[in-house]
């Protein structure tokens, strides 16, 4: 067992955007971002930078109470890793962060997934790809690609703990009444799946 804790957040949007990601994956949450508290200060990921823009995006940071996650659903997960990997992790989102202009969203990323082609582009991500590359610092959690991952893929991670799932504006109320519960996926391997459905 790990000595800290680190949190995969799974969200629906509700824009066009998401709706048809939707309609190929047939999965409710389709966006999926990491943050390293649980009261989720600091959630990041690669997404949108302009609100009513799908097509301008790159590394974010993301806010509960704000943008498009005002009227976000989610589903909140934690996964428990070692204190190194832990910084080793934030090192690697710091990094990101203080190059983010040279980031873009990789859009073609997407398409290459439905296509289960391996398209690695230099200084872009999407979502789940971004997700994928910080979790990489810890060995042997992914056995595939982080430019073949989805939302659905991390989903599946080995000893991922479900925490909430319900509205990401009224997370913070339930932010300490942590579910030990039956639905964890630790019976679940991501090697399994191999796209978004």
């Known amino acids: 067992m790990g000595d800290k804790k680190i949190y995969l957040i ?39 930078k302009k609100r009513y823009n799908p097509f301008i995006g790159g ?21 428990a890793i070692s204190e190194s990997e832990y910084e080793q992790m ?3 989102v710091r990094q990101i962060e203080a190059k983010k202009d040279f980031y873009k969203y990789n859009l073609l990323g997407i398409f290459a997934i439905i296509l289960n082609y391996n398209l690695k582009r230099e200084n872009a991500y999407f979502c ?7 979790l990489n610092e810890k060995k042997e959690l992914l056995c595939k690609s982080p430019s ?27 932010a300490n009444k942590e579910i030990d519960s039956e639905l964890t996926f630790s019976n679940y391997f991501m090697c399994n799946t191999v796209d978004f459905s």
Do not use: W
Request: net charge positive; glycine share 6%; aromatic share 14%.
């Open 59 to 79: 590394f974010v940071r993301e806010k509960i109470a704000a943008g498009l996650f005002k009227k976000a659903k989610c589903e909140i997960y934690s996964i």
């Open 128 to 134: 789940s790809q971004f997700v994928a590359t910080i």
């Open 148 to 174: 073949l991952c989805t939302p659905q893929d991390l989903m599946g991670i080995y000893g991922l703990q479900f925490i909430y799932k319900g509205d990401i504006i009224l997370f913070p109320l339930h």
């Open 10 to 48: 799974f969200t629906d949007t509700g824009t066009l955007f998401t709706k048809l990601i939707k309609l190929y994956t047939k999965k409710a949450m389709n966006h999926v971002s990491i943050s390293f508290d649980d009261q989720l200060n600091e959630i990041f990921s690669f997404g949108r």
């Open 90 to 92: 934030q090192v690697k």
